[in-house]
Each structure stands twice: as C-alpha cells, then as structure tokens.
C-alpha cells in the first residue's frame, strides 16, 4: 500500500533476517484476526507489577503484588469497547507516577488505514477505577496520530504538592494539510507532544517537536532532570533513517546514531531510551544502515541536551543479539545505577527473549541470557527494573503472558 504522498512504508522482508512481507493494511487484519499480544507494562514505587492490555475491545489494567504470579481482577480503562491499536510497535503503555496516579495511554485505531486519535486517561485510587479517556491530540482529522510514548516525573513538585508532571509524544501527519504532492523526499510525518504540570488533570496544548520523521517506527520518552528526552527515528537530509533525540521543552532536533541507513520507507523498527541515576541516557536501537547492521546500545553522558548533537559525549555502540536469529526491536529501563536491555530472537521455529542487565550505569555488562522460548506468535520483550527487582514481560500466543525473573549475574 502507497502513501498518498507517493511514499511506500516497506515491510521487514526487504531487510536482512527480519520477518515476512507485510503491509500496513495487513498488519491491521492479523490485529482483527488474533488476539491483541502487544501489552503495556511497568513497575511502581512499590514494587507492584502493573499490565495494560485488550481484552474483547477494552482497555483493562490490573496488578501484581507476588511478581506477576497473579493479578488483580482488571479495570476497564475503556468505558465502552473501541478499537485499541495493540499490535508490535503500537501497543498501550502504562505508567506510575511517585504520588502514586496511573497513567495509560494508547492509540484509538478511526477505522481507516494509518489513521488514529492519541487517548489518555489515568486514576487517582490506586487503579480500582479511572478518569473517562480523553483525546491528546487538538488536530481531529482522521488522519495519522499515532505511536504514542509515555513518561511521567517521578520527583514530587515540592513537599506540599505530590502532582507529578506527564508527557506524551506520537508521530503526527497533519502537516500533510495543505501540501502540494511530494515535491520533497522527507516526510510530512512529525513528532508532536502534550505536557501536563498537574498529574494529567490538563494538558498544554500541542506543539511540535520535529518535522520529518519516520512514518510507522515506535517513539519513545524519558523524563530527565532537565524535563522529558522524545526518541524517534528521524529523516535526516535526503533521506536518512537514524535517530534523534530532544528536550521537549524546546530543545533542538540532536541526531544520535549515524549509521547512514537510506530507504526509501518505514522499517517498522523504533527503539528505546531510558536514564538512569547518574543522569546518563541509554538508547537501543535497530538498524540496517551502511556503516553497521543488527541491534544495538549507547550510552549518552549527562549533558546540556540545548546543545549541538556534536557536543555530545557518546560510546561506541554496544552489538546486541544474534543477526542470524533475527535478532530485533530492543527495549531498556533504568533505575539508579541498573541498567537493563530485553530483545527478541527468531530462529526460523521459535520465538526467545533475551534480556542483559548491567550494575554500573551501563560501564560493565553481565553476559546476555535467553530467557523463555515460545512455540508460536510472541509479543516483543518488555524489561521492567527497580532496586530490588529485573523483569521481562513476555506475551506469546500459545504460552500466555509470562513475567521473566532476570538473574542478577555480574561481568
């Protein structure tokens, strides 16, 4: 299927060990046809494990309090049932703030293809109920608004006032408005955002961060000492597919990876970034570019990110995974000084998730472990990491959903 702007999102099969042609109008089928495995998870301050997934065209949340051996019975998010996008890089997410509100938010799929509204509702008791869901996005076209990000401040405001602030990105086509036919090979996909200063009672309205993004790869966020760091695939000059990272409180457009991958489409293939508590930002990434391929880390140094990209202090990129096994669509978490990294690998039968866990903010790495297999379909790896516990979530088709103990095994 063509953009109607002449761009063409290419599937993983014109990639080297990735998964089977398809498009987007199939993707959205094989979402109607099975079981929505795409989950959202994430660990409070407390140490509870919470999900966020569909069930019969709802929204639900529950938690755990033993380590995912069980859960509470689930709340529905979704008053009513609606179409939520939860399919590989488009799934809900779910986050807990230090005053304790649950913030979830997803993708509506309006019907058409590549078409959706950003939702979002949260819940002030403790997830035994929650607000009516709203629409983050001030542009109402049925057009693309999609692949939405989630992080919320963890530091209290002050003493007095436990409101924590909330931000949400998603890739945004309603700069295509009014454009004259692709006169251009960049994109009229952008990032844009919405910011709450009060726990996500209200949110600012909409503003751009980034013209010319990626059409269909997962952003992501996390929220530093400076405010939230937005991740995302970008365009840059003709038509390079690296990443990119910004301050969401107006910082510039800084250009991470340099892997100089061409292509004239969407892989399908986001990444993710995590800080940890020295301040350092930790991107994973996939890539097919002309100066490397596969699955990779970097460690970004604490920094003034209102600076040139080439100011930055970063490592080397760190190869994940095995590219034979289709390695891909890497996830990390951080908290303190542990660091954590959760892949998936296919080997032609099976399905495994990997995860690597370092202790030293991401200077030193045990050896990675393979942790589950499953027989048939499986959701990506999802780690979760606080100071007494490393986790991945796993949802597969045959096997159900699996919450993964990570061993503490030191370089």
């Not at 602030?165 to 309603?174: E, I, K, M, S």
């Not at 996500?200 to 400076?226: E, I, K, M, Y």
């Not at 000059?237 to 107006?250: E, H, P, V, Y």
Request: net charge positive.
């Amino acid at each position: 299927m063509r953009w109607r702007n002449g761009w063409l999102c290419v599937s993983m099969a014109l990639l080297p060990a990735m998964a089977m042609a398809q498009t987007h109008a199939e993707h959205q089928a094989r979402a109607a046809e099975k079981p929505a495995l795409a989950v959202g998870a994430a660990l409070d301050g407390e140490g509870r494990l919470w999900l966020a997934r569909v069930e019969n065209r709802l929204l639900v949340v529950s938690h755990s309090t033993d380590g995912g051996r069980s859960f509470s019975p689930p709340v529905a998010v979704t008053p009513q049932p609606e179409a939520v996008t939860a399919d590989a890089e488009n799934r809900p997410k779910i986050a807990v703030g230090a005053d304790g509100i649950v913030h979830v938010t997803w993708t509506q799929n309006l019907g058409k293809p590549m078409t959706g509204h950003i939702r979002y509702a949260r819940s002030t008791d403790g997830g035994r109920s929650f607000s009516l869901p709203v629409i983050l996005n001030d542009d109402r076209q049925v057009i693309s608004h999609r692949f939405d990000a989630l992080a919320v401040d963890d530091q209290r405001k002050s003493l007095w006032d436990g409101r924590g602030r909330v931000a949400v990105a998603w890739l945004d086509a309603r700069g295509r408005s009014g454009r004259t036919a692709n006169k251009s090979p960049q994109t009229d996909v952008g990032v844009y955002a919405a910011l709450s200063q009060d726990g996500g009672a209200r949110f600012a309205p909409n503003h751009r961060v980034a013209d010319h993004s990626c059409q269909c790869c997962r952003t992501a966020l996390t929220w530093t000492a400076a405010g939230p760091i937005a991740f995302w695939r970008h365009v840059f000059g003709r038509n390079i597919r690296d990443f990119a990272i910004a301050d969401l409180n107006g910082g510039p457009v800084l250009r991470v990876t340099d892997d100089e991958w061409e292509i004239d489409g969407c892989p399908h293939h986001g990444g993710g970034i995590a800080v940890d508590g020295r301040g350092n930002l930790h991107i994973v990434w996939f890539t097919n570019g002309e100066k490397r391929k596969g699955i990779f880390h970097r460690r970004i140094a604490q920094t003034d990110f209102s600076k040139s990209a080439s100011r930055l202090d970063m490592s080397a990129p760190l190869p994940l995974g095995d590219p034979a096994r289709q390695a891909g669509h890497p996830a990390v978490v951080a908290q303190g000084d542990r660091v954590l990294l959760a892949w998936r690998e296919f080997d032609g039968r099976r399905f495994s998730a990997w995860a690597m866990l370092s202790h030293d903010a991401g200077a030193t790495w045990a050896p990675p472990r393979k942790l589950a297999e499953a027989a048939q379909q499986a959701d990506y790896a999802l780690p979760l990491v606080d100071a007494q516990q490393a986790l991945v979530v796993w949802n597969t088709a045959a096997e159900g959903l699996r919450v993964l103990p990570v061993a503490e095994g030191r370089p």
